[in-house]
């Protein structure tokens, strides 16, 4: 499966592909971001404004790990639209596995 990514870099979107599927690197990657989203809306009062910024961090530093350090973290944070945060929770969902995955490997 191809990943495909856009930012927008210096007022214009740049495109950036990984054609390899998920590894256990990206797995394990999104395991963690995974745990530090539970901690954040498993607080007490809710997500706290630190919360936020952490996974802001968390999702760039996926993103630049998962696109093998194509772009910078700072380039994801100030250049990703919400389009993009979907390419990139997708290949978040795709590291941890999905039913559809699970279901195609049983055929």
């Not at 590894?23 to 745990?35: N, W």
């Not at 993009?84 to 290949?91: G, H, R, T």
Request: proline residues 3%; hydrophobic residues 35%; aromatic residues 8%.
């Amino acid at each position: 499966m191809a990943y495909k990514l856009e930012l927008i870099i210096d007022h214009e979107k740049q495109e950036f592909n990984r054609n390899e599927p998920p590894m256990l690197k990206d797995m394990t990657q999104a395991l963690i971001l995974q745990k530090h989203q539970l901690e954040m809306y498993a607080n007490e009062g809710g997500p706290t404004e630190d919360h936020y910024h952490r996974n802001e961090k968390d999702l760039a530093e996926f993103a630049v790990r998962f696109w093998n350090a194509q772009f910078k973290m700072e380039q994801v944070i100030n250049g990703c639209t919400l389009a993009s945060l979907n390419i990139i929770n997708q290949a978040i969902g795709d590291s941890l596995g999905t039913d559809d995955e699970d279901k195609a490997g049983k055929k």
